[in-house]
T-cell receptor, first 116, second 111 residues
C-alpha cells in the first residue's frame, strides 16, 4: 500500500519561493508519474505539474514560468518549487501518484499561506 | 481555453438518484480521453471514485457509476445516503493543455 507524506514551509511572504517535498513509501516509484495539485480555499482543484523517475516533466502552462518539479530517486521523493508567490498562491498543496492520467493515491496536503 | 464544466451544486433526498454532469470539448473528453471522478470531504484529500469512465476502485459502492458520451460524462449516485454529501470533481486529459484538467466541482447536498 503506497503512502505519500508531504512536508514544507507553510507560511510565506509575497515574492518568496514555496518549497514542498513528498516522500513515497511502498509500491513502485518508477512505474508512475508524480504530481502536484493545489486547491485554493473554497475553490476547486488545479493541476500544477508532474514528473517521472527519469526527471521528465510536464507543467500547467498557467504556472510553468514559476514552477520546478524535481525528483530524488535515491530517496523516492519529489519536490515542488514555486517562485515569486503572491496571495493567489495560497492553497492546500497535494502530491499525488499519477497513472494513465488520473491520481490514485494522494498525500495529506499542506496548507501554504502567502501573507505579508 | 480548455474547461470541464460541472454544475456548482446538485441535491437530492435520501434514497433518490442524482447525476452530475461534466461537459468538455474536442481537446479532452471529445477526443476520447477517459474521465475520472473524485469525492472530497471538507479538510481531506480527494478520493478516487471512478476511473476510466466507468470503473470503480475496490471499496467504492456500486451505487456510484460513471458514463461518457461525446464531449460529456456523468456521475450517477443511486440510493443517496447522507454520507454522500461532499464535493465531486471530474478529471480528464486535455491535449491543448498537454496535461490533466479538473472540472470546477459540484457540491452534493442530501436533503
Amino acid at each position: 500500500q503506497v503512502q505519500l507524506q508531504q512536508w514544507g514551509e507553510g507560511l510565506l511572504k509575497p515574492s518568496e519561493t514555496l518549497s514542498l517535498t513528498c516522500a513515497v513509501y511502498g509500491g513502485s516509484f518508477s512505474a508512475y508519474y508524480w504530481n502536484w495539485i493545489r486547491q485554493a480555499p473554497g475553490k476547486g482543484l488545479e493541476w500544477i505539474g508532474e514528473i517521472n523517475h527519469s526527471g521528465s516533466t510536464n507543467y500547467n502552462p498557467s504556472l510553468k514560468s514559476r514552477v520546478t518539479i524535481s525528483v530524488d530517486t535515491s530517496k523516492n521523493q519529489v519536490s515542488l518549487r514555486l517562485t515569486s508567490v503572491t496571495a493567489a498562491d495560497t492553497a492546500v498543496y497535494y502530491c499525488a501518484r499519477g497513472y494513465h492520467f488520473y491520481f490514485d493515491s494522494w498525500g495529506q496536503g499542506i496548507l501554504a499561506t502567502v501573507s505579508s | 481555453q480548455s474547461v470541464l464544466t460541472q454544475p456548482p451544486s446538485v441535491s437530492g433526498a435520501p434514497g433518490q438518484r442524482v447525476t452530475i454532469s461534466c461537459t468538455g470539448s474536442i481537446s479532452n473528453i471529445g477526443t476520447g480521453y477517459d474521465v475520472h471522478w473524485y469525492q472530497q470531504f471538507p479538510g481531506t484529500a480527494p478520493k478516487l471514485l471512478i476511473y476510466g469512465n466507468n470503473n470503480r476502485p475496490s471499496g467504492v459502492p456500486d451505487r456510484f457509476s460513471g458514463s461518457k458520451s461525446g464531449t460529456s460524462a456523468s456521475l450517477a449516485i443511486s440510493g443517496l445516503q447522507t454520507e454522500d454529501e461532499a464535493d465531486y470533481y471530474c478529471l480528464s486529459y486535455d491535449s491543448s493543455l498537454r496535461g490533466v484538467l479538473f472540472g470546477g466541482g459540484t457540491k452534493l447536498t442530501v436533503l
